[in-house]
């Protein structure tokens, strides 16, 4: 498959190449990035750091599709970006799904297959491109995307692709991290900083979003600010990280990054990155439903 250099630097990202992997190999202390690439859901009540909050997030996808179709046993559904395949594992236990998931990074393909051996849900996983999807026309009932079209760069032909691939009135719930549309060109730079470090195209807005899902023949059906419960809770996270490397603490703690083999050269480039963003950025689902022909 041909890559330009965006898509190869978020293959090296996610196949732990190169130095942005490092942030990965950070979370997979804490987090279940094993199988969970996508962020968090979490009320007021949960821990978010710790637990099962990118499996709650997986969670609330499931259910606005749920809510939308009169069985999902059996049901096809693609996981557009499906990463190390926890998403499409749990949507299948969950709620029955017969779920498909495609992946640009082989690497995440072969830890989705590893991670869904010994269960008994039903679930594939394939590499491929997100804009070029291998299935027949009318192949799936439901699709999700789920933190996954931040790191594309054309979305609109992942939207007509979709569009192609579902039934008529099949459902499209994603989930993704925007701009918020109202941001001056300094916050816009911010943001634009955020994706270089983190290897991601230029972020979208909802107003983009719903422009192009329209120009795809879906209809937008509800957009769904969970900011509050995802990264909204992050930037006390990146602040207790930037306030340590102010203390004296700050030799120990890169101490044990390194003991990781982690370096916290770049880590600190991308959590610096994102806590300026934070402010600026939204977390939402976007609720769509194919036309009918």
């Known amino acids: 498959m041909n890559q330009n250099p965006l898509r190869k ?7 732990y190449r190169g130095e942005r992997a490092d942030i990965w190999r950070a979370f997979d202390l804490l987090l279940n990035t094993d199988a969970f690439l996508n962020l968090g859901y979490s009320e007021w009540y949960q821990p978010h750091v ?6 709650r997030l997986v969670t609330e996808i499931g259910s606005r599709i749920t809510s939308h179709l009169p069985a999902t046993d059996g049901a096809r559904l693609l996981d557009v970006g499906c990463g190390r395949g926890g998403p499409a594992i749990h949507l ?3 709620f029955g799904f017969s779920v498909t ?3 640009l990074v082989p690497y995440n393909i072969e830890r989705a297959s590893e991670n869904a051996r010994g269960t008994r849900v039903e679930t ?5 491109d997100a804009t070029q999807l291998p299935f027949a026309t009318d ?3 439901a699709c999700t995307a789920i933190d996954a079209l931040v790191y594309l760069p054309d979305r609109n032909r992942v ?5 192609d691939v579902l039934e008529p009135e099949g459902m499209l719930v994603l989930s993704d991290l925007v701009m918020r549309s109202d941001v001056s060109e300094r916050e816009r730079s911010a943001v634009d900083s955020f994706a270089e470090a983190w290897d991601m195209p230029s972020l979208g807005t909802v107003e983009g979003y719903s422009a192009t899902l329209d120009d795809a023949g879906f209809v937008l059906e509800a957009v769904e600010d969970i900011t509050g419960h995802s990264v909204g809770q992050f930037r006390k996270w990146t602040s207790l990280y930037l306030q340590l490397l102010e203390s004296p603490i700050r030799a120990l703690l890169e101490q044990l990054l390194r003991a990781y083999d982690l370096d916290p050269t770049a880590i600190t480039e991308q959590v610096r990155a994102a806590h300026r963003a934070l402010p600026f950025l939204q977390h939402v689902v976007l609720v769509t439903k194919a036309k009918a022909l």
């Open 50 to 55: 710790f637990g099962s909050s990118q499996r």
């Open 101 to 103: 998931g495609l992946d």
């Open 92 to 94: 299948a236990d969950q």
């Open 139 to 141: 192949s799936f009932t």
């Open 159 to 163: 939207f007509d692709a979709v569009a």
């Open 124 to 128: 594939e996983f394939v590499v491929g």
């Open 9 to 15: 630097r978020i293959t090296d990202q996610f196949s």
